[in-house]
C-alpha cells in the first residue's frame, strides 16, 4: 500500500503532545480535520496542525478515534505485520516461556504494551486464541494468522478468532468466532507443571486467566497446611496452586455452574480425585458472611467492577464491601490475596478501598506485596492505562 493514499487525520493545535510523548491513542475530541473519507478499520496518517508526521494507526468512528500501530511512517502490508509480531515473540523468548516444558501457555501480543493496540494473543499449547478490540485489528487477522504461521511453524496447531465479544456492536454483528487456520486442537495446558483444562470457544475472555499465573504461584508457596477460601474461582487455578503447595483443605467458590464444573475437571486433572476440596455455586459475598473464623487464606479474585468510568465509584464501593468480608472473615494470622482487573480503577484508588474496609472491619492490617500481571503482559511506559491488573497480599492480625 502507498502511504501517499493513506487518509490523513489533522489534529487540533497543541493536541499532538500526547503523541509526541507516544501515547498510542488519538481521541475525536482531538481531531480538526480529516482528508480522505476513511471508513471503520482503515489504516490512517495523524498529522499535527503544523502538518507535521505524528504516527500511522487504525481508524475507528469513536471516542479512541485512532489506535497508533508505527511511530515512523511504515508500509502497513504483511512484513510490518510480521515484523511486530516477531518482536512479540522474541520478548517472549527472552522470558523464557516459549519453549519451557513446564509452561506452554502464555500472552503472546498485549495490545498497547507490544505496540499492537487493539490486538490480543494467546498462546494455548500450539493453539494461538486471537482477540481483536478494534475493527482495524480484526480485518488484519488473515495477516496476522499468516505471520504465527511463519513463527512457529509446524508447532501451531490452530489459530481460533474470539472477537465477536471484544469488538463494536456495530462490526461484531456481521461477525461470528471461529477457526482462521486448523480446527478443534488440544485444550490441556501445562502452568508451572499444573495441568489446565481450556474452552477458548465457550469460556470467559480467551479461555483462561494467564494474568495471574506468578499470583497463584504465590498462593501455592504460602498454602502449605492452611484451610484456603478461592472465591470467584473460575477455573479453579488458585485451588489448584493451593492443593500443590500442600494445603489441608480448600474450597473453591463461584456463582457459575459453568465455572465450578471446570474447575471441578482441572482439580481432578491434577488430583485424580484425591483432593480435600469442595466445590460451591454460590454468590461470595454471602459465602464470606458465612465463613468468618474458619480459612487460614482467602483469595478475591473478581471480574472487573467497572468496565467503564461511568461505573468507577459503584466499583470502588463494591471493592471496599469485598474486603471489608474477606478481611473480616479471615482468621487471625492469616492472608488474604486480593485483587482488581477494573482498568478505571488505578492502583491508588483500589489501595484506598482495601485500606477503608480494614478500618471497617477493625482489624490490623500489613500489605506484605503489592502485585501485578506477569511480564508476558508487559506496560508501556508510554500507557500506563496497560497496568489493568492490580493485587495486595495482605497479613491481617
Known amino acids: 500500500m502507498n502511504n501517499a493514499i493513506l487518509p490523513n487525520i489533522i489534529l487540533a493545535s497543541g493536541k499532538e503532545q500526547s503523541l ?10 482531538a481531531i480538526k480535520k480529516i482528508n480522505g473519507n476513511p471508513k471503520d478499520g482503515d489504516m490512517v496518517e495523524v498529522f499535527s496542525s503544523q502538518s507535521q508526521y505524528l504516527g500511522t494507526g487504525h481508524y475507528q468512528n469513536g471516542s479512541i478515534a485512532v489506535r497508533i500501530v508505527s511511530f515512523t511512517r511504515i508500509e502497513p502490508g504483511r512484513q510490518f505485520w510480521q515484523s511486530k509480531i516477531r518482536d512479540a515473540y522474541n520478548y517472549r523468548a527472552m522470558l523464557g516461556i516459549t519453549d519451557n516444558e513446564r509452561t506452554n501457555v502464555y500472552r503472546l501480543v498485549y495490545g498497547e504494551g507490544d505496540g499492537l493496540p487493539g490486538l490480543i494473543i494467546d498462546y494455548y499449547n500450539g493453539s494461538a486464541v486471537f482477540q481483536a478490540h478494534s475493527i482495524g485489528m480484526h480485518r488484519e487477522r488473515e495477516a496476522i494468522a499468516g505471520a504465527l504461521k511463519e513463527i512457529y511453524g509446524d508447532k501451531l496447531k490452530s489459530v ?35 495441568l489446565f483444562s481450556i474452552d477458548w470457544e465457550e469460556g470467559q475472555k480467551t479461555g483462561f486467566f494467564i494474568d495471574q499465573r506468578e499470583n497463584r504461584k504465590l498462593v501455592g508457596e504460602f498454602a502449605g497446611g492452611k484451610k484456603v477460601l478461592d472465591c470467584f474461582c473460575y477455573a479453579g487455578g488458585f485451588s489448584v496452586y493451593a492443593l ?11 456463582s457459575s455452574r459453568t465455572a465450578i464444573e471446570l474447575a471441578d475437571r482441572n482439580i481432578a486433572l491434577n488430583f485424580a480425585g484425591k483432593a480435600n476440596q469442595t466445590s460451591r455455586v454460590a454468590d461470595a459475598f454471602d459465602y464470606l458472611k458465612e465463613s468468618r473464623g474458619e480459612f487460614d487464606i482467602i483469595v478475591t479474585d473478581p471480574p472487573a467492577f467497572a468496565k467503564h468510568r ?7 464501593m463494591g471493592y471496599k464491601r469485598l474486603n471489608a468480608l474477606a478481611i473480616s472473615a479471615v482468621k487471625p494470622g492469616g492472608l488474604v490475596f486480593t485483587f482488581s482487573c477494573s482498568q478505571v480503577v488505578d492502583r491508588n484508588l483500589f489501595n484506598g478501598a482495601v485500606t477503608a474496609a480494614a478500618l471497617e472491619a477493625g482489624r490490623n492490617v500489613r500489605i506484605m506485596h503489592r502485585l501485578s500481571q506477569p511480564p508476558d503482559h508487559p506496560v508501556s511506559i508510554f500507557h500506563p492505562e496497560g497496568e489493568y491488573l492490580k493485587g495486595l497480599m495482605l497479613f491481617v492480625e
Do not use: L, M, T
Request: glycine fraction near 12%; aromatic fraction near 12%; avoid cysteine.
Open 20 to 29: 509526541r510523548r507516544f501515547h498510542p491513542w488519538v481521541f475525536s475530541g
Open 160 to 194: 481460533y478468532d474470539k472477537s465477536h465479544e471484544s469488538i463494536a456492536e456495530r462490526y461484531a454483528g456481521h461477525i461470528s468466532n471461529g477457526y482462521i487456520f486448523g480446527n478443534d486442537a488440544e485444550k490441556q495446558v501445562r502452568e508451572n507443571g499444573n
Open 244 to 254: 500443590k503447595g500442600g494445603a489441608s483443605e480448600v474450597h473453591s467458590v463461584d
Open 310 to 316: 461511568d461505573a468507577k465509584h459503584s466499583a470502588i
